[in-house]
């Protein structure tokens, strides 16, 4: 590494200032050497400030690289953390909206084919349990796949009840989507089970309002996350 030209400044000028202090006591009174010795020691002074002046700069640039330095890893940070953050959002509102179509769907087929329909007949209950108990079983498999990308990101949650929410409310419709395909036969009018799928799908439907009402929360995730990082860069 090439030595800094500065760095000599000082033992040079000290030299130099010594050599020529005594040359000068030597060759002539004292009073006559005040001029020059106050030259000399002007020059060291010079000396010394050009050194503290060239380590401060030093100093201060390193301090800037270092700033700087810190700041690129912190946007590249952020950036990682927001890719990761939308990739799981992504999912998890994917899976929320599949949820509430499924059982919008469920509860227009059952309502259609079996309540309205007075002429329905077991083979078609059967075959209504039947994908109450398929949704039931996609219901269980997407609250284990929610509740792993939600754990993903659970450093970036803002607003930190959102999980909680979605599980209780895709549960509720697990429960629900089992107690409809339990029931024997709703087909005979006005009967205790026909009663209770009226009062199942219901509860039903107001479950997919409300899983509804969480896929602006799961968005509203991402526009805060890139807020925040527009204001820090």
């Known amino acids: 590494m090439q030595a800094d030209p500065f760095v000599w400044i000082l033992p040079a000028s000290a030299a130099l200032s010594i050599a020529a202090t005594l040359s000068l006591l030597s060759a002539s009174e004292y009073d006559s050497l005040i001029e020059p010795i106050g030259l000399i020691l002007g020059v060291l002074g010079i000396a010394i400030g050009l050194i ?3 380590s401060q700069k030093k100093q201060g ?8 330095e810190i700041r690129r890893v912190d946007r590249e940070a952020r950036a990682r953390d927001n890719r990761r953050k939308n990739y799981h959002l992504f999912f998890i509102r994917s899976k929320v909206s599949q949820g509430r179509r499924r059982v919008s769907r469920r509860s227009r087929r059952i309502q259609q ?11 078609q209950w059967n075959r209504e349990r039947d994908e109450a108990r398929r949704d039931e079983a996609w219901a269980n498999r997407a609250i284990e796949l929610v509740s792993v990308h939600f754990d993903a990101i659970n450093d970036l949650m803002i607003d930190f009840e ?62 805060q996350m890139e807020a925040e990082q527009q204001g820090r860069g």
């Not at 640039?61 to 700087?68: A, F, P, Y």
């Not at 429960?175 to 087909?187: E, K, W």
């Open 52 to 54: 503290i002046a060239h």
């Open 61 to 68: 640039k390193r301090i800037t690289e270092t700033l700087e």
């Open 113 to 123: 084919n079996i309540i309205e329909n007075h002429h329905a007949t077991l083979e």
């Open 162 to 223: 959102l999980a909680a929410d979605v599980n209780r409310e895709l549960r509720i419709i697990v429960n629900l989507l089992t107690a409809i395909h339990g029931l024997d036969n709703p087909t005979i009018n006005q009967s205790h089970d026909q009663h209770e799928l009226r009062r199942l799908l219901q509860e039903l439907n107001q479950a997919r309002e409300r899983l509804n009402n969480l896929l602006p929360r799961i968005e509203h995730e991402v526009p």
